[in-house]
């Protein structure tokens, strides 16, 4: 994978401290992190601060320097924050449940090492439980990526994965107390307890609207969630939308012939039917005043939620 662009050295050694250029001062002595070559300050005014070799180097290269100091600034930050005890936050969006995920790289790592050996691949950063087990990896790409031999043996052995793709130097700014890797191969939602399959978040949405044959104002609920469709509803849901002053009454399909829970007036007791409860009452885009309620975790693979309890529904 080539970055597109000149990469150019940002980081040097300076008494084995890992030093970046806007840090680094004129007069010190700095050595490469690769070569361990002795570099010098640049600081003109046509091209951007930046360390250069004193002698030119062979198979030491602007990218394998950027890779090492993007991977020990990184090891080093956990480290801190491993210290003190401080979150330190990771935002993906995640390719199971298709949801935006906040995840705390430091929750349960008590000790990360760089380089880890793990016999058939070495993570460029690994994160330690108090167990010694790895709980996730790190890997920095900036020309290779990862073979799928190590991304396999990571799944198999459910080892989160983080990948950061770099492109220049200026990519050493994404270290920080929140970061947005490229890609997360996990998901922070529950397994299903019957399937073992991923789960999605439901939202329980209540807008207030009004009744489609008298026109009366009423609290009209619906689901958003990736895992089911709006008009689907759990005996917690109905429990829950209840307890919000939602009346609930049945819809019958025609096609099906199925009766669904669906919200009813409370001064005509029509009820709202499902062919129209999205684009006249729940969609975000028609603006109406609503709330919303986490209303737990659903798995679409077996149409249950984290209780065992199916969609109600009834002949």
């Known amino acids: 994978m080539g970055t597109g662009k000149t990469i150019l050295y940002s980081t040097a050694l300076h008494e084995g401290v890992l030093v970046r250029v806007e840090k680094a001062l004129k007069g010190e002595t700095y050595q490469c992190p690769i070569c361990k070559g002795e570099m010098i300050l ?94 996730a990896v790190i890997e920095v790409v900036v020309t290779h990526y990862p073979e799928e031999q190590a991304l396999s043996y990571y799944m198999q052995n459910k080892i989160g994965t983080v990948i950061f793709q770099l492109q220049s130097e200026n990519d050493l700014n994404r270290i920080n ?6 890609r997360v191969d996990s998901c922070l939602n529950p397994h299903c307890p019957h399937c073992q399959g991923r789960t999605n978040k439901k939202t329980l949405t209540i807008v207030e609207s009004h009744c489609r044959r008298c026109q009366h104002s009423m609290l009209v609920t619906g689901l958003l969630s990736k895992g089911c469709l709006c008009g689907s509803f759990y005996p917690s849901d109905l429990e829950l939308a209840q307890k919000k002053g939602v009346e609930i009454g049945y819809w019958q399909s025609n096609r099906s012939s199925w009766y669904y829970p669906t919200s009813s007036c409370p001064h005509c007791k029509g009820v709202i039917g499902l062919p129209w409860l999205w684009d006249q009452h729940i969609n975000p885009k028609l603006d109406l005043p609503a709330q919303h309620y986490e209303a737990g975790f659903v798995c679409e693979d077996c149409d249950r939620d984290l209780n065992g309890q199916r969609q109600v529904r009834h002949k």
């Open 42 to 135: 640049r600081q003109g005014t046509h091209r951007k601060p930046h360390f250069a070799h004193k002698a030119l180097t062979e198979n030491c290269t602007p990218e394998s320097a950027l890779h090492y100091g993007f991977k020990r600034l990184l090891a080093e930050k956990i480290e801190e924050h491993i210290s003190s005890q401080q979150p330190l936050l990771i935002s993906w969006s995640c390719n199971y449940c298709l949801e935006e995920h906040v995840g705390n790289l430091v929750k349960k790592t008590k000790r990360v090492e760089m380089e880890y050996n793990l016999g058939s691949c070495k993570p460029d950063i690994a994160l330690l439980d108090s167990h010694n087990r790895v709980i």
């Open 177 to 182: 107390e929140l970061m947005y890797p490229n």
